[in-house]
């Protein structure tokens, strides 16, 4: 189910939490909220890993792994929730395990 971010707040259909960056996109995937971030608001020169997962009352679960691709390594978009499928700004895609944040494969698209 795709969630609503507003002004620095999650709202689900549990409740709200505050994160600390930009949404790009969030859905809540049973009892845990992925939160996909704005990359650009993460720190230059590193992986941005700006993949979470959040408990209903907003405690991070994790944050998903970067796939090792230095500086360029940046989630960009949510593809699929069910199974839980992400794009890189590498050029990947990257299936990511929802009770974990372990990227269990990865495919170059570009």
Request: aromatic letters at 10%; one cysteine or more; glycine letters at 10%.
């Amino acid at each position: 189910m795709e969630i609503k971010s507003r002004d620095g707040c999650i709202h689900h259909p549990g409740g709200q939490f505050s994160v600390d960056h930009p949404v790009v996109d969030a859905y809540q995937i049973d009892d845990r909220i992925i939160v996909l971030f704005d990359y650009m608001a993460f720190p230059k020169g590193e992986s941005a890993r700006n993949l979470f997962a959040y408990s209903l009352d907003g405690n991070v679960l994790w944050r998903a792994d970067d796939i090792g691709c230095g500086t360029i390594d940046a989630y960009t978009n949510i593809i699929s929730t069910t199974p839980l499928v992400v794009g890189n700004f590498a050029g990947f895609v990257c299936s990511v395990d929802v009770s974990s944040g372990k990227v269990q494969a990865t495919c170059f698209t570009k």
